[in-house]
């Protein structure tokens, strides 16, 4: 058997996972553990009980989001009108598994997609105010010893948006996609940032009954411009749905704008990535991306 290198992935498996649990939380080491599929690309889930949930980095690019998720979603949740997760314990480094891991709350629900949506206006509307009332939470100060960590800008995915809009030129329109992505480059944000999602998607929303009921997955929370949350409106939204999260949303043209840069280089980038070994992800985001493109 090779020799795993420091920067090979660790294995996480039933077995650790419960010993992580015990060796660090003993009080619910007895409860039932079951692996939750399908998790996302930034951590492995496990379901803890009835009423709790295990997440665990699966890489370095993932490995301060429990951190950060446990010293910011507690403020943040009495303010928010829909639920998001509440951490109640912070697993450290332990057994040869490197990064820090957590344990939330457990919440109910399908991750949401269009045709799970029972009312697809009355769901614009919950997630534009949702959205706005995060944007406007006031951030920390920054500067301080607590400041918010900073999102990344759209500028920087240039490159590897250009490039990818060059190697899926056979399934899009790479003309049309060059067009709204260099539209959205010549915008500029001239606000104060302030506190975004980070990976606002279908994906990361959760639908009970027809509605939205949660947003989960605040591995990318930090203060930066509201526009890269907006990839949720070609993600989740028919025409008449992303019409209406646009005007309660309140973003200028110039955001909106910025908001299809997002969802042209999110979907691009999980396109090239997924698309040859996942085919769910090959699905959404080819419909992401054709979505972005025709506006």
């Not at 007895?30 to 692996?35: A, N, S, Y």
């Not at 314990?89 to 939330?104: M, Q, R, T």
């Not at 506190?195 to 930090?222: C, E, K, T």
């Amino acid at each position: 058997m090779p020799t795993p290198r420091p920067t090979d992935p660790p294995h996480i498996d039933d077995a650790l996972v419960r010993d992580l649990v015990a060796d660090r939380f003993p009080a619910w080491s007895g409860l039932p553990l079951r692996r939750w599929e399908p998790a996302g690309s930034d951590n492995v889930i496990y379901r803890l009980g009835d009423d709790l949930s295990v997440r665990l980095p699966r890489g370095e690019w993932a490995a301060g989001q429990a951190v950060k998720e446990h010293r910011w979603l507690p403020g943040l949740a009495a303010r928010l009108p829909l639920a998001i997760p509440a951490p109640v314990g912070l697993g450290e480094p332990a057994l040869g598994y490197p990064w820090h891991w957590s344990v939330s709350q457990w919440l109910p629900g399908t991750a949401a997609r269009t045709e799970l949506l029972t009312d697809p206006q009355r769901a614009a509307r919950d997630l534009a105010g949702f959205l706005t009332t995060l944007w406007e939470t006031p951030l920390p100060g920054q500067g301080s010893d607590d400041a918010a960590p900073t999102a990344e800008g759209l500028a920087r995915r240039d490159r590897a948006t250009r490039d990818a809009i060059t190697a899926t030129a056979d399934r899009f329109d790479a003309a049309a996609l060059t067009r709204v992505w260099e539209a959205a480059l010549a915008t500029t944000d001239d606000r104060a940032p302030r506190w975004v999602h980070g990976d606002m998607h279908d994906g990361n929303l959760l639908v009970v009954d027809g509605r939205l009921s949660a947003v989960i997955d605040f591995g990318g929370l930090a203060a930066g411009d509201p526009a890269c949350d907006l990839v949720v409106a070609w993600t989740l939204f028919d025409a008449a749905a992303r019409d209406t999260f646009r005007s309660l949303s309140g973003v200028d043209d110039a955001t909106w704008t910025r908001g299809r840069g997002w969802a042209i280089a999110t979907g691009l980038n999980a396109y090239t990535a997924y698309a040859a070994v996942n085919p769910r992800v090959a699905a959404a985001t080819h419909r992401q991306i054709t979505r972005a493109a025709a506006g």
